[in-house]
Nanobody
Framework: VQLQASGGGLVQPGGSLRLSCTAS????????MDWYRQAPGQQREFVAD???????KYADSVKGRFTISRDNAKKSVYLQMNSLKLEDTAVYYC?????????????WGQGTLVTVSS
């Protein structure tokens, strides 16, 4: 199973970006899908998650600005980021809890860099 993240880039404060992450491989089912981020010199932190039934949860720091969504048919999760701030600069990682064969496991994408700068 592999997760491929994309969509990062350079954006000015107040701008928007949309991240995508697609799972591939021997996948029977995907439960929770989420996004984490890691800023330089800091620990990885939770950003948002979405359950298979569409229930979402957000970190307080992004609530009202970021929206997580998923397309189960495409095995993909998205993160729409609006009103970006300097402090949103980080490498963003997607994560998914996947049933492959008879085993549930966590899988991580490779990360995509988001830089918010004027």
């Amino acid at each position: 199973v592999q997760l491929q993240a994309s969509g990062g880039g350079l954006v000015q404060p107040g701008g928007s970006l949309r991240l995508s992450c697609t799972a591939s491989g021997s996948i029977s089912s995907i439960n929770l899908m989420d996004w984490y981020r890691q800023a330089p010199g800091q620990q990885r932190e939770f950003v948002a998650d979405i359950r298979s039934d569409g229930i979402t949860k957000y970190a307080d720091s992004v609530k009202g600005r970021f929206t997580i969504s998923r397309d189960n048919a495409k095995k993909s999760v998205y993160l729409q980021m609006n009103s970006l701030k300097l402090e949103d600069t980080a490498v963003y990682y997607c994560n998914a809890y996947v049933l492959s064969g008879s085993r549930w496991s966590d899988y991580w994408g490779q990360g995509t860099l988001v830089t918010v700068s004027s």
